[in-house]
């Protein structure tokens, strides 16, 4: 079984929390882990799991995840298993927005199951780009989605 994890990043925040899920979801798929530019032209229905992620800037997706949710066409991704994550400011989600709930959405409009909900991971300090909280939360929610994916048949 193939998996791909999306990200977008500004300073390497984002990139570290996608290596984490990458590296928890390695031990039971073969994983890829690709900033957005890297997949736009990819064929990502041919995945048995696709996770996107990036920071959360004005309310939601950057321009470059708007640009890779835009091109998933409505039930292109039927059945695919999916999850969507943000980093973002520790506001409440009322004045930050979130990109992982767009991504979702996109997500779900293109045939994706998710399989948890939207998660956000939180940006303390901008000079941070590990905190090990965060990264210790990262690899908690990478564990929950693979405990809850399918389990293949044949």
Request: hydrophobic share 50%.
């Amino acid at each position: 079984m193939r998996g791909l994890v999306i990200f977008d990043t500004r300073t390497g925040y984002t990139q570290a929390i996608a290596t984490t899920i990458g590296e928890v979801l390695s031990g039971s798929l073969e994983i890829q882990v690709v900033p957005v530019r890297a997949a736009l032209h990819a064929a990502l229905g041919d995945f048995d799991l696709l996770v996107i992620g990036g920071p959360t800037e004005a309310h939601g997706a950057t321009p470059a995840l708007r640009e890779l949710l835009g091109g998933l066409g409505e039930g292109t991704l039927d059945g695919v298993p999916a999850a969507a994550f943000d980093t973002r400011l520790h506001w409440p989600k009322l004045l930050s927005g979130s990109a992982a709930e767009e991504a979702a959405r996109a997500l779900e409009a293109a045939g994706c199951r998710l399989l948890l909900p939207p998660e956000s991971f939180f940006v303390h300090d901008r000079a941070d780009l590990a905190d090990p909280a965060e990264l210790g939360r990262a690899r908690a929610w990478a564990m929950r989605l693979d405990a809850a994916l399918p389990v293949p048949v044949g």
